[in-house]
């Protein structure tokens, strides 16, 4: 008898090694465990994790989420949510943040007050017709009794002074909401689940009828058994709540599984992060100045304080022309060691404010409390229509900022930082950030409060180091699957040229070297060539050292790629030659399909650690004293940038019948620098089957080992064509 999740399976046949991921991700679910997968392109990853979690969702009445970082996977989970719902009947639903589905382009706070608005609208229009009715039934008594002529002009004036509200009220109430309130949704229910609805499709088809897709969407998550959405709706803890009450469930009634799950750590650390713009300082003050508080001049001497604390903390570091520098990204300034002890900025406050007897708990506390009654005024004045928009106090960000940071600034867990920049208009502004080194606060209630929860990607070993850092204790179960392409499609070169540390990468023998076999490499691709740089300055260097007779285009830091990557794939496309250089930590790494011939051989120059700054020194800090000495350097440093490596080699081969080559080039990739480089080589580092593959080779045997591949592989392609012609 076939197992209970292949009914939700839509292939004709399985890809090697996924009937066993499937059986035990369903064993696992079955049990409420844990499951870190890894799977190699080709592995059939998304479907072995939903097949048997949407089995499971059946039988112990569960529902499963699945979600991504990448907009180009959420369109692969539709496309193969698609392919279930033919076979099987799932109800599905597609989430996309709120400001992306509002047909009025408004953002959260103002959606959510027209959103009040309207339902106060809808409660007074139904007053109205009940003080209409009574009107009318006061109207006939008058007629037989003259002594209800005063109630009916009564009720008549209290109906135009409700009309007149209701007028006011109308201008600030959302009209594609509204609809969706006195509309029967019946079919718009039915429509969207007889398929698998984009966002963009339930946006279109609300608008046919003037209505607000988002909200009618939300009003339908009860009955979807599958949800597909973003990390946001996740790892936001507010946006989850708010998730799962439209979904009528907790949390542990969810199968979570999260595509591309070694970024995990690093979205969580954005939403476990927070900043502080000296612009809302200076809004505060004003707030502050403003208000009635018994604290007053305590309050404005504090955002004062504070507010001259961070200019002059970024204007004492700005060297001479530092500031006319700066762009508008944002550079760090250090204010506390990234070893940990008291950063400059906790300390002048707190030295100033003891001097003048403030006590800085006491302080926050009235600017939350003051904070809280101006946002009260402010909510009230937006709906009321005195204000086009929906204002904020910056007096309560402020005071819960700083009181947060009070109390973790010292935290190893947190890294304070300053930022300053250069806007658009000129000017050099700065802001405080509590950058969170270690973001168990996001994770850990997720992985401990979900059912089951599915970690999958292709590059997420080391698993002790997911299980550290995303702070996983419950009981696991690790898969791990390697390709099953034909290895005689692909070649793994590990050339053995010096070392490409910093300091020897501009010596001018490293350079003539590494020009020659880049060169040697793009003249012997049968196809496009995609070159991996440590850094965005090292390929725009080599984009004027390279001299070679095909369109050479660069990834330049700060510019949007988009450009560079479809020139390139447009020369694949049409079975041409290109070069794309780009940097190992840039945005075409992973998240991109090079499928087809869009790239034929990848080459990766160095290791490409990343850049060792204060943040990364911080980071490392924070996991040796949570893990223990030496974690710092794997879990913030080397194990990331193994995984970096390894999505970067994964960008050819992308199907059994294509091919391609990678090339890795720098000694420590050789299997020999083991022996000779020690703890320096990152041989090692790779698992076990992909370093197999390995090939250590001189820099000038480099083209004629791609020469005998690619002919290799006309050979083999051209076999089945004269089977085929002799037939």
């Known amino acids: 008898m076939p ?60 529902k499963v989420i699945i979600a991504t970082n990448v907009h180009q996977q ?22 996309k943040g709120k400001v992306h589905m509002c047909p009025m382009e408004k953002d959260f706070d103002e959606c959510s007050l027209l959103r009040e608005n309207t339902y106060e609208l809808l409660e007074l229009e139904r007053d109205i017709f009940k003080l209409k009715e009574r009107a009318r039934a006061a109207v006939k008594r008058a007629r037989e009794d003259g002594s209800f002529a005063d109630l009916r002009q009564s009720i008549a004036s209290e109906v135009m002074a409700e009309q007149d509200r209701a007028a006011q009220l109308k201008k600030r109430s959302c009209p594609y909401l509204m609809a969706v309130l006195k509309e029967d ?73 999260f595509d591309e799950a070694h970024n995990l750590e690093a979205q969580a650390r954005v939403h476990s992060s927070l900043t502080l713009s000296e612009h809302t300082v200076e809004r505060s003050i004003m707030e502050a100045a403003a208000s009635q508080s018994d604290s007053k001049e305590d309050l404005e001497y504090f955002l004062t304080l504070l507010l001259n604390t961070i200019r002059a903390a970024y204007s004492s570091r700005l060297g001479f022309g530092e500031a006319e520098r700066l762009t508008q990204s944002w550079t ?27 006590d800085l708990l006491e302080v926050l506390g009235e600017a939350i409390n003051v904070g809280l009654d101006i946002d009260e005024a402010y909510e009230k004045e937006y709906k009321d229509g005195r204000s086009e928009t929906r204002r904020r106090s910056s007096l309560l960000d402020v005071g819960k900022f700083m009181l947060f940071y009070a109390r973790n600034s010292d935290n190893v867990d947190y890294y304070p930082v300053l930022n300053v920049r250069r806007s658009r208009e000129g000017e050099v502004y700065g802001r405080i950030e509590l950058y969170s080194c270690i973001p168990t606060d996001v994770t850990r209630p997720i992985m401990d409060g979900a059912y089951s929860v599915i970690l999958m990607s292709a590059t997420l070993k080391p698993f002790d180091m997911v299980r550290s850092t995303l ?87 700060g510019v949007p790629a988009q450009n560079a990557k479809n020139e390139f794939f447009k020369h694949g496309d049409k079975g041409g ?5 780009t940097y190992l930590w840039g945005t075409l790494t992973e998240g991109v399909d090079y499928k087809f011939d869009r790239c034929r051989t990848v080459a990766i120059v160095g290791v490409g650690f990343p850049s060792l700054n204060d943040r990364m020194e911080a980071v490392q800090n924070a996991y040796d004293a949570k893990f223990g000495p030496g974690k710092g350097w794997e879990y913030g440093v080397l194990y990331p940038t193994i995984r970096r490596i390894r999505q970067a080699n994964g960008r050819v081969v992308r199907s059994p019948e294509d091919y391609g080559i990678r090339i890795l080039i720098d000694h420590r990739y050789t299997q020999q620098s083991v022996k000779d480089m020690k703890r320096y080589s990152i041989y090692a580092q790779f698992p076990e089957d992909e370093r197999s593959e390995f090939h250590d080779i001189k820099p000038e045997k480099v083209k004629y080992s791609m020469m005998n ?12 064509k004269e089977k085929k012609a002799k037939a």
Request: charged share 30%; proline share 5%; hydrophobic share 40%.
């Open 3 to 62: 197992p209970a999740y292949e009914k939700f399976f839509p292939k004709p046949s399985f890809y090697p090694n996924q009937k066993e991921a499937m059986d035990r991700i369903y064993e696992a679910l079955s049990a409420g465990r844990l499951v870190l997968f890894e799977g190699a392109c080709g592995t059939g990853k998304t479907l072995s994790a939903l097949v048997p979690s949407l089995a499971i969702a059946r039988e112990k009445n569960k």
């Open 74 to 95: 959420m369109e692969q989970f539709i496309e193969e949510a698609r392919e279930i719902k033919a076979i099987a009947d799932i109800r599905v639903a597609v989430l």
């Open 185 to 257: 949704n019946a079919s718009f229910r039915e429509w969207l689940f007889s398929g698998v609805r984009s966002p963009d499709d339930i946006a279109a088809e609300a608008l046919k009828k003037g209505q607000c897709g988002y909200e009618l969407l939300k009003r339908h998550l009860k009955e979807a058994e599958l949800i597909i959405c973003n990390y946001h709706h996740i790892l936001d803890a507010d946006i989850q709540a708010r998730l799962l009450s439209w979904m009528g469930c907790t949390l542990s009634d969810v199968i979570l599984i």
């Open 332 to 358: 760090d300034i250090t204010i506390r060691d990234p070893h940990g002890g008291d950063d400059l900025l906790m300390q002048k406050l707190k030295s100033d404010l003891k001097e003048r007897g403030i």
């Open 471 to 557: 702070g996983i204790v419950r009981e696991t179960v690790e898969l791990s699957f390697g390709t099953t392409f034909p290895p005689e499609r692909r070649r793994t070169l590990a050339v053995d040229v010096q070392p490409q540390f910093a300091k020897d990468r501009h010596m001018p023998d490293t350079v003539k070297t590494l020009v020659g076999l880049l060169e040697d490499i793009i003249s012997g691709s049968e196809g496009n060539v995609l070159i991996f740089f440590p850094s965005a300055a090292e390929a725009e260097r080599y984009s004027r050292l390279i001299k070679v007779d095909v369109p050479v285009f660069l990834d330049e830091a």
């Open 577 to 581: 030659k290109a070069v794309l250089l």
């Open 709 to 720: 591949f690619f002919m290799d592989i006309k050979r083999m392609d051209e076999k089945p």
